[in-house]
């Protein structure tokens, strides 16, 4: 399939899921597959919402990104949402402001607090949620479907760019001069919060960068991954 059919694809199943799933919501991370979806979003003025999380320990160079969105795209009204303060607060008062090197337990509870609780909310009352993922990202995304029904949150999740190649992602993103994280041109394929991510190495794992402390099959936050079990 040319990179052309793909993208026709992912623009039929936006309008398809604009029609059919409303109302439906785009999370984005502010990374580059992201950004495809906000500019494709935006191309063909969808009635799909957009949000971020923002866990309060990103990098400059996300924020920065998130007033480029606001500016490039001003009627998709981006939706930002925040982790509790007062259980933030009791976390760190627990277990220290930097908690999450010394297990992959605190990691993940800090990510819990931070990203899947906002996440929550941010997904409430709607019939289906999008993102970014792909399949070739990570071991944890080898099987990623286009389309499946989450049990947790009670709505479809779609991944449109599942079977996008990166060269593919960032054709998009020259051609359209669609505006993305600075990290990026620093070998910061996968970006997220400062202090759990850095540059990779040539040939390394594209998500290698993220919890680097951790084993390959740990690295995911709970955004992605089903809480109820059977």
């Known amino acids: 399939m040319t990179f052309a059919q793909r993208l026709t694809e ?3 199943l936006l309008q398809r899921i604009a029609a059919e799933h409303s109302p439906a919501v785009l999370a ?3 990374g580059a597959e ?3 979806l906000t500019d494709l979003i935006a191309e063909l003025q969808l009635p799909i919402a957009v949000f971020s999380l923002d866990t309060g320990r990103l990098p400059a160079e996300t924020y920065d990104l998130l007033d480029r969105l606001r500016e490039r795209y001003p009627s998709l009204a ?3 949402f925040y982790p509790r303060s007062d259980a933030l607060e009791a976390w760190v008062g627990l277990h220290g402001v930097n908690a ?12 819990a607090l931070r990203k899947v609780e906002p996440l929550s909310r ?4 709607r019939q289906a949620w999008i993102t970014g993922m792909r399949r070739a990202q990570s071991v944890t995304r080898s099987e ?3 389309s499946a029904y989450d049990d947790d949150h009670g709505l479809m999740k779609f991944n449109p760019l599942a079977d996008w190649s990166e060269q593919e992602v960032w054709e998009y993103i020259r051609t359209r001069d669609v505006p993305y994280n600075a990290l990026h041109d620093r070998h910061y394929p996968s970006i997220g919060c400062a202090p759990c991510t850095r540059a990779i190495a040539v040939g390394e794992d594209l998500r290698a960068g ?3 402390w951790e084993n390959p099959e740990n690295k995911e936050c709970g955004l992605h991954v089903r809480i109820t079990q059977g």
């Not at 010394?102 to 509870?109: G, H, Q």
């Not at 941010?122 to 009352?125: D, E, P, Y």
């Open 10 to 12: 992912v623009r039929v």
């Open 34 to 36: 992201d950004m495809v």
């Open 144 to 146: 990623l479907a286009v």
């Open 100 to 111: 999450f090197y010394k297990s992959v337990e605190l990691r993940k509870s800090c990510c």
């Open 78 to 80: 981006l939706q930002v």
């Open 28 to 30: 984005n991370s502010l």
């Open 210 to 212: 993220r919890w680097w």
């Open 122 to 125: 941010a997904l409430a009352g």
